[in-house]
């Protein structure tokens, strides 16, 4: 009898667990991704902001896997599903046949539906936005030094969107890097004028934390320069300036997008069921209804806890999504019942900067300041992938602490649309319609 084989379309959090949790077994395991490498996405800001390279917080999915023999990794695209033949659809190389599929192809940006946010933000979803992002702060500042003039039109006024753990930690990666390292860079450019505006539709930041650490989060913020508002839905976004619910205006030439996301295109392609943010409607075992070889998990998930709400799109769930999956096919290959996904919570963080952050623990556990940020430290240090990610990662982190510098702050491509990539991506999303509208077996 032919071995089973498995299908896992993903190489972030969820996707790297479930093939760790299957290296060594007797099943041949495909990893599909369209980059080569899993990407350590809670420090991208940091990669943003000049504060480490991007192959510091990335590595190689086929380099995590010598030696494993049941693991291969195939570069491409996933376009869909052929459900009849059972086989996953790619743009390189040839379809690829499971007998069970594990579909962890996270989530993308959201605009939610405002105008603009598309065409003049920046978002922060990959290593590619990560370094757009930074080359276009330090291409403004160059720009600020050459002709001055242009700080009066909103050029170093910086809008970031959303008040999540994103939008947090930037606004205050922000303040280090123009308080402490570019206004020694460009002293003939006010860097003193240069404006941190944190936005959020919610009456506070940091949504699910509690008061006390939401509290704390922004007045750190606050503290530190940040102009910090809350309650502010934001109206649309142009290219020098932003329209605020009310019809106040601010100039800038800087919006980062850190505010919704949903679930990657596939989730679209592939004729499932969906929930909100576009999610993958799963049952209790986290399989796709009527089909049960097939689960979804992570951000892709619409997994829903015992009281009916969706889990969040975090790395612990995903991971503990993912290896839960590697069991359910364990049970099933045996003939024996599945079991119900419980999700073991163990905490959340977020750091305000230097020396302040916040964290949570179940039982009621609340840290700030300190304490909070030693624990986030210690926390993401263990979760990066790789010895040498983390020698690269502990050696900046020290650098940039001991000397208020940023060892990374090179422009890699210069000026560039906020959205580098968005026509190839409009290209692309259209001809994947087109290819599976020329397949209709392809979401059947």
Same mark, same amino acid.
């Given at each position: 009898?032919?071995?089973?084989?498995?299908?896992?379309?993903?190489?972030?959090?969820?996707?790297?667990?479930?093939?760790?949790?299957?290296?060594?077994?007797?099943?041949?395991?495909?990893?599909?991704?369209?980059?080569?490498?899993?990407?350590?996405?809670?420090?991208?800001?940091?990669?943003?902001?000049?504060?480490?390279?991007?192959?510091?917080?990335?590595?190689?999915?086929?380099? %995590?896997?010598?030696? =494993?023999?049941?693991?291969?990794?195939?570069?491409?695209?996933?376009?869909?599903?052929?459900?009849?033949?059972?086989?996953?659809?790619?743009?390189?190389?040839?379809?690829?046949?499971?007998?069970?599929?594990?579909?962890?192809?996270?989530?993308?940006?959201?605009?939610?539906?405002?105008?603009?946010?598309?065409?003049?933000?920046?978002?922060?979803?990959?290593?590619?936005?990560?370094?757009?992002?930074?080359?276009?702060?330090?291409?403004?500042? *160059?720009?600020?030094?050459?002709?001055?003039?242009?700080?009066?039109?909103?050029?170093?006024?910086?809008?970031?969107?959303?008040?999540?753990? +994103?939008?947090?930690?930037?606004?205050?990666?922000?303040? /280090?890097?123009?308080?402490?390292?570019?206004?020694?860079?460009?002293?003939?450019?006010? =860097?003193?004028?240069?404006?941190?505006?944190?936005?959020?539709?919610?009456?506070?930041?940091?949504?699910?934390?509690?008061?006390?650490?939401?509290?704390?989060?922004?007045?750190?913020?606050?503290?530190?320069?940040? *102009?910090?508002?809350?309650? +502010?839905?934001?109206?649309?976004?142009?290219?020098?300036?932003?329209?605020?619910?009310?019809?106040? *205006?601010?100039?800038?030439?800087?919006?980062?997008?850190?505010?919704?996301?949903?679930?990657?295109?596939?989730?679209?392609?592939?004729?499932?069921?969906?929930?909100?943010?576009?999610?993958?409607? =799963?049952?209790?075992?986290?399989?796709?209804?009527?089909?049960?070889?097939?689960?979804?998990?992570?951000?892709?998930?619409?997994?829903?806890?015992?009281?009916?709400?969706?889990?969040?799109?975090?790395?612990?769930?995903?991971?503990?999504?993912?290896?839960?999956?590697?069991?359910?096919?364990?049970?099933?290959?045996?003939?024996?019942?599945? /079991?119900?996904?419980?999700?073991?919570?163990?905490?959340? %963080?977020?750091?305000?900067?230097?020396?302040?952050?916040?964290?949570?623990?179940?039982?009621?556990?609340?840290?700030?300041?300190?304490?909070?940020?030693?624990?986030?430290?210690?926390?993401?240090?263990?979760?990066?992938?790789?010895?040498?990610?983390?020698?690269?990662?502990?050696?900046?982190?020290?650098?940039?602490? +001991?000397?208020?510098?940023?060892?990374?702050?090179?422009?890699?491509?210069?000026?560039?649309?906020?959205?580098?990539?968005?026509?190839?991506?409009?290209?692309?999303?259209?001809?994947?319609?087109? /290819? +599976?509208?020329?397949?209709?077996?392809?979401?059947?």
């Amino acid at each position: 009898m032919a071995a089973e084989r498995v299908v896992v379309v993903g190489a972030g959090f969820a996707g790297l667990a479930a093939a760790r949790e299957l290296a060594g077994r007797p099943v041949p395991v495909t990893v599909v991704d369209r980059h080569n490498y899993h990407l350590f996405q809670p420090l991208l800001y940091q990669v943003a902001t000049a504060g480490l390279e991007p192959q510091g917080i990335a590595k190689s999915v086929r380099g %995590m896997f010598h030696g =494993v023999g049941n693991i291969s990794f195939r570069l491409a695209n996933a376009t869909g599903v052929d459900w009849d033949r059972q086989k996953l659809l790619v743009d390189s190389g040839g379809p690829l046949a499971f007998d069970h599929l594990i579909i962890a192809a996270g989530a993308t940006s959201d605009t939610l539906g405002i105008e603009g946010v598309r065409e003049h933000t920046y978002p922060l979803k990959t290593l590619d936005d990560a370094v757009n992002l930074r080359d276009h702060i330090l291409t403004t500042f *160059e720009r600020a030094d050459v002709d001055p003039s242009i700080v009066d039109e909103g050029a170093l006024t910086f809008v970031v969107v959303g008040g999540g753990p +994103t939008g947090v930690e930037l606004c205050g990666a922000f303040v /280090e890097l123009f308080d402490h390292v570019l206004a020694r860079d460009f002293p003939g450019v006010d =860097v003193g004028r240069a404006r941190i505006v944190l936005v959020e539709a919610l009456p506070h930041l940091l949504d699910g934390y509690s008061s006390r650490l939401q509290d704390y989060a922004r007045s750190a913020l606050i503290d530190r320069g940040v *102009e910090v508002l809350v309650d +502010t839905p934001l109206e649309d976004v142009s290219a020098d300036r932003v329209r605020l619910a009310g019809g106040a *205006e601010i100039a800038t030439r800087t919006v980062v997008w850190a505010a919704g996301v949903r679930a990657q295109t596939l989730a679209d392609r592939v004729g499932l069921e969906q929930t909100d943010g576009g999610r993958i409607v =799963v049952g209790h075992d986290l399989s796709v209804p009527g089909r049960s070889n097939v689960y979804a998990v992570g951000d892709i998930a619409g997994a829903t806890d015992p009281q009916g709400e969706l889990y969040p799109q975090l790395a612990p769930v995903a991971q503990q999504q993912a290896r839960h999956v590697v069991r359910q096919i364990a049970l099933r290959r045996r003939g024996r019942p599945t /079991e119900t996904f419980r999700y073991r919570d163990k905490g959340t %963080m977020a750091t305000v900067g230097r020396d302040a952050a916040v964290a949570q623990f179940p039982g009621g556990v609340q840290l700030t300041g300190v304490p909070a940020w030693l624990a986030w430290l210690g926390l993401h240090l263990i979760l990066l992938i790789g010895f040498r990610n983390r020698a690269v990662v502990l050696v900046n982190w020290l650098y940039n602490y +001991t000397t208020y510098d940023r060892a990374a702050r090179l422009i890699i491509r210069g000026e560039t649309p906020p959205r580098r990539t968005a026509g190839e991506e409009a290209d692309r999303a259209a001809a994947l319609e087109d /290819e +599976t509208s020329a397949d209709p077996s392809a979401t059947s």
